[in-house]
């Protein structure tokens, strides 16, 4: 087993721009290899989901998206406010008139877009419904992972009884806000954080995980996203960054290859590679800030052709062999 | 049909000619998250000022070193000058970051008495609403740009959108919280069974005691109470809500603003752009382009991808000139990153043919000063 045995809810965060669907969904694809059923659920309604696995948009209803490697099972889910506001009177009052009148009169709405917090309830609610549903002794879903609000929006989207309890402080809304909180401040849960080795993705992966400590919610992994394929040796990154390659070399390269060598061609490819060298520098430093923040760190290479599932395969791979599952 | 030959390239954005027209007052950018809309809106702001403008950039939300760039350290709602901006062609820049708390206060400050101004900024329900509905935000901003916009301080507004669920958000949040405030659910949890017509007090009469009771056993007593406190005591203000978010969105239709759409060459961000650019023409508002960020530029210098790692391979199996075969690999990876960033460019401008596009290429660091910024505005230029 990996870094997160006894983990049932994976959250998957970060900056807008880093890929934190992809990986959520490479995520799950690792979780469910070997023969286990894991749910994947959006809550921003993008359809996001759809898009990665290559499927019709998504209702409010479980669909199996994809099989693992070894016989698993990926089931896909959009969380939608209005669905689980109606699925949630249902479940807890039989409601005819009253209910129809509600909806009349734009409580939904009022529930579901304007009352702070009660959204994030009622979308954390459903993921933490699925988390617990048991299907005769087995848990109904081996693991269950959520694609959370980008990393500035995620601490309040999960600390649902801090926005609610103030306002609810009584009732079936406190009650759910409650259990959810017991699950998501417990050890069932892990929140992973999506970066890319840049200035601001890193600065907001670092103040996303000093909130999700102060808040008491476990942080999981820092999964670095895109990371270029080391082309240039260490040793010549220096020189490379100076524009100080061995100009005769590269051409002498060219011309052994078969390849137009001129000055130009040179003087292009050693600009390349400055430009390159100077990347990797920057990249560096901000490595060196994700090791600091002391979680595990996965590494996820950049796909040039975009993602399809096929290169899902190829990114849970790389999540199993570093230790994720 | 058969497809035709080649999209032909959309026109270019002249975000120069923009910010110098002066019957442009307004520049709204927008986008989904993580595509650089702050840091545009910044550059195109102390472009403007620079060429004469007197600027004033509304920020949400920046990211701490860029909002350090422009000599903003704190939330205070105060528009303050930018040190360092280039003054000489007689434009100024100022920046502020909006406190979305405060700017609500102001609003409740503004339409009642003091007393009951109090009342309501104390009220429980009011404090969770201004501070964390996940519109407030948006209605804010916008507030914020009509009352900028009522002030002569300034011939050029530049506003960045919240970093929303989707970018939809922003022109659509206002009339939602606009609409709550001023709708019947919050005067019948108020208690304040006026307004309505027949159908309403028919439906009163058939389900007002049910209606309540399952609000209470929903959201509990207290919250009901609070929110008939809040109503009641945010009574005058009523319509005021509404009337201010219909004032704003008609301001942002007028032929003196102009929407700029921000994007990265990703699929998911190109969507919502799409999305954008739809929903802007729906409503009649002025789109004046798209701005593309960190575009992969590539020069194949007669060396195109597959040959370069043919030739990568060659060179590596024979065992000598690592290093141009490192650097041939390097040229492929860039030749292929800037085909895919072509490729998802064209395919928005196929279904937006009459959107013109700046692209802003990739660069090596993030910006963290104005020389960064007035950088980005120097491509703005660049074709």
């Given at each position: 087993m990996g870094d997160w045995e006894g983990v049932r809810l994976h959250v998957v965060t970060g900056k807008g721009g880093t890929g934190k669907t992809t990986v959520a969904g490479a995520l799950a694809m690792a979780l469910a290899a070997g023969g286990r059923r894991v749910l994947i659920a959006e809550v921003?309604?993008?359809q996001g989901l759809a898009q990665l696995f290559d499927v019709p948009p998504l209702a409010y209803e479980e669909h199996r998206v994809a099989s693992a490697p070894g016989g698993g099972e990926v089931f896909a889910l959009a969380i939608d406010a209005r669905e689980a506001m109606h699925e949630y009177l249902a479940m807890f009052y039989r409601l005819g008139r009253a209910g129809r009148a509600l909806d009349k009169l734009g409580f939904v709405d009022f529930a579901t877009?304007?009352?702070?917090g009660l959204r994030d309830v009622l979308l954390t609610g459903k993921a933490y419904e699925a988390t617990r549903r048991r299907t005769g002794d087995h848990y109904a879903y081996d693991a269950v992972v959520l694609d959370a609000p980008p990393t500035g929006r995620v601490v309040r989207f999960l600390d649902v009884t801090t926005s609610v309890s103030s306002l609810a402080r009584v009732g079936p809304i406190n009650r759910q806000a409650n259990s959810i909180t017991d699950l998501i401040h417990s050890p069932r849960t892990a929140v992973h954080v999506v970066t890319l080795l840049e200035d601001m993705p890193v600065q907001e992966t670092a103040d996303a995980v000093a909130d999700l400590q102060a808040a008491h919610i476990p942080v999981g992994a820092v999964v670095v996203n895109q990371v270029r394929p080391p082309h240039l040796a260490a040793r010549s990154l220096p020189a490379a960054r100076r524009g100080r390659l061995d100009h005769d070399d590269v051409l002498a390269g060219l011309r052994a290859a078969g390849l137009p060598a001129s000055d130009g061609v040179v003087d292009l490819l050693v600009r390349e590679a400055a430009d390159h060298a100077e990347r990797t520098a920057l990249e560096e430093a901000q490595r060196a800030l994700v090791d600091d923040l002391g979680r595990p760190v996965y590494e996820l290479p950049r796909i040039a052709d975009g993602i399809d599932p096929t290169a899902l395969y190829e990114l849970a791979d790389a999540l199993a062999e570093q230790g994720a599952v | 049909m058969n497809p035709g030959p080649r999209a032909a390239k959309p026109a270019h954005f002249d975000v120069d000619r923009l910010i110098d027209?002066?019957?442009?007052?307004i520049v709204v950018t927008c986008g989904?998250?993580?595509?650089g809309k702050t840091t545009t809106a910044a550059a195109i702001a102390l472009r403007a000022a620079e060429r004469g403008r007197k600027a004033v950039v509304l920020t949400i939300d920046p990211a701490r070193r860029l909002a350090q760039s422009m000599g903003l350290s704190e939330l205070d709602n105060t528009p303050r000058a930018v040190k360092g901006?280039?003054?000489?062609?007689?434009g100024s820049l100022d920046a502020m970051m909006l406190d979305m708390k405060r700017t609500f206060d102001e609003v409740v400050e503004d339409h009642t008495t003091p007393d009951r101004a109090r009342q309501i900024l104390a009220n429980p329900f009011y404090q969770a609403l201004s501070s964390s509905f996940a519109g407030t935000q948006e209605y804010m901003a916008m507030e914020k740009l009509g009352q900028l916009r009522a002030r002569s301080d300034w011939d050029l507004i530049v506003v960045d959108t919240p970093?929303?669920?989707?970018?939809?958000d922003f022109l659509d949040a206002p009339e939602r919280l606009g609409s709550f405030l001023d709708g019947r659910l919050i005067r019948l949890l108020g208690g304040t069974a006026r307004a309505g017509g027949r159908t309403y007090l028919k439906l009163l009469h058939a389900g007002f005691n049910v209606v309540t009771s399952t609000l209470t056993k929903i959201l509990g007593g207290e919250l009901l109470k609070d929110v008939s406190t809040f109503v009641n005591a945010l009574d005058t203000m009523f319509g005021g809500f509404r009337e201010r978010a219909e004032q704003t969105y008609a301001l942002l239709k007028r032929p003196e603003t102009a929407f700029i759409v921000v994007a990265a060459p990703e699929h998911d961000a190109l969507r919502e752009a799409s999305y954008f650019v739809d929903r802007l023409s729906r409503d009649a508002m002025p789109l004046a382009g798209l701005v593309l960020n960190r575009v992969h530029a590539s020069d194949a210098a007669g060396i195109g991808a597959e040959q370069a790692v043919a030739a990568a391979e060659r060179l590596e199996s024979s065992g000598s000139h690592a290093l141009t075969a490192a650097l041939l690999r390097l040229h492929a990876d860039r030749l292929k990153l800037a085909a895919r960033d072509e490729r998802i460019g064209e395919r928005f401008s196929a279904a937006h043919p009459e959107v013109p596009v700046t692209r802003i290429p990739a660069l090596a660091g993030d910006v963290h000063d104005l020389d960064g910024l007035r950088e980005i505005g120097e491509l703005f230029d660049a074709r």
């Open positions: 921003e309604e993008r877009t304007i009352a702070p | 027209d002066r019957r442009i007052r989904s998250g993580g595509v901006v280039d003054v000489e062609a007689g970093p929303a669920r989707s970018a939809l």
